[in-house]
Nanobody, 130 residues
Framework: QVQLVESGGGLVQAGGSLRLSCAAS????????MGWFRQAPGKEREFVAA????????YYAGSVKGRFTISRDNAKNTVSLQMDSLKPEDTADYYC???????????????????????WGQGTQVTVSS
């Protein structure tokens, strides 16, 4: 079992930055790949970014590549999403999710579909004003 709690959401003007954090509790955080997803009102949940178990590999949706950066700290059981050059279309609820453990996934990376993730946080809201 992995429990995930997001924080760091809020209201920001277009062009600004926010940093989301996800704190994980439970066993063997470092054996899970981690992802961020977002869901805007009336839309399906969409993939944003993923980082593999070691932090050495990352993967981004085309809409955020070059603006967002995912990272993890296995010593602190956290994964972060640095969001720069924010746009109004980035407005959504943001969720972190865990995919694993690695002995079950075989290290497959990246997982970009919601169904591939096993554990989810409750979400944090991000609003970007124009």
């Amino acid at each position: 079992q992995v429990q995930l709690v997001e924080s760091g959401g809020g209201l920001v003007q277009a062009g600004g930055s926010l940093r989301l954090s996800c704190a994980a509790s439970g066993r063997a955080f470092s054996s899970y790949a981690m992802g961020w997803f977002r869901q805007a009102p009336g839309k399906e949940r969409e993939f944003v970014a993923a980082v593999n178990w070691s932090g050495e590999r990352t993967y981004y949706a085309g809409s955020v590549k070059g603006r967002f950066t995912i990272s993890r700290d296995n010593a602190k059981n956290t994964v972060s999403l640095q969001m720069d050059s924010l746009k109004p279309e980035d407005t959504a609820d943001y969720y972190c999710a865990a995919d694993g453990p690695i002995y079950l996934t075989g290290g497959y990376f990246p997982a970009s579909r919601p169904g591939e993730y096993d554990y989810w946080g409750q979400g944090t809201q991000v609003t970007v004003s124009s």
